[in-house]
């Protein structure tokens, strides 16, 4: 039995019309698709439903298999758990670069933890902080009022000329505390891609779960700001050595001095002072 857990609101609310692909890839095998935003109890789902013989495919983008993960963090899974992207940025199937569906187990152990108000979370991409969180806050008010797809690089550009105000902030990575003026932002990686094949950390790979990596776009007016933010979905902004630094370690905190929305692989914390990411 493979068991298909789709997400129907992924990819702008077309995950369930895209999660039925795979009828034409498993033609012969039995398929069982299931709504996972309905399964309250995984463990009762794997321990009653599941068996080292079945597969499940989680169908969704980068915030399914976010919920997932952390859903499912004290089990341990018995069979193989594949992923099928069809979410609306993609980022860790970009980032993997894999045939789907692909195997995803030995991904999604050792995760990094991100602590936000108290609470822990692991992350599979990673933490946006700033104008990225900002974006995500937007287009969860702009998704609850229309079904139109959200266009997050619109809003990231009207947020630097209009509405996004930068701030102070203070970054200590491994006990080296790194202070900056005027930072749009601060996103803490465990991957190469978030917000939809933005590369803010260029030289950070998976692969290496040593380290985490912080970019900082800081110092800058916003004409300037924008005249360089969209060289970051080719990674090219971190030439700019003025305006923005990037520092790797195995504990990073992040502090601002003013509220701002988080994201964590594109799930939205609204009215956030601080973070701090570790590896496993």
Known sequence: MIYILYNPQAGNNTGYEKSKELDNLYKNETLEYMNITEINEYDAFFSDKVNENDSVIIAGGDGTLNRFINNT???????????????????????????????????IENLPIVEVKGKKYRFINGVGYGIDGYCCEVGDSLRGKSEKPINYTSIAIKGLLFHYKPTKATITVDGVKHTY?????????HGRFYGGGMLPTPGQTRDENDKLSVMVMYGKGKIKTLMVFPSIFKGEHVKHKDMVEVLSGKR?????DKPTALQIDGETILNVTSYTATVA
């Not at 003026?181 to 990686?189: D, F, G």
């Open 252 to 256: 990073i905190k992040v502090e601002f």
């Open 73 to 107: 963090e004290s089990l341990t899974y018995p069979c193989t758990i594949y992923y099928y992207p069809v979410g609306s940025g993609n980022d860790f199937a970009r980032d993997v670069d894999k045939e789907k569906p692909f195997p995803v187990n030995e991904y």
């Open 181 to 189: 003026e005027k930072v749009w932002l601060a996103p803490t990686m």
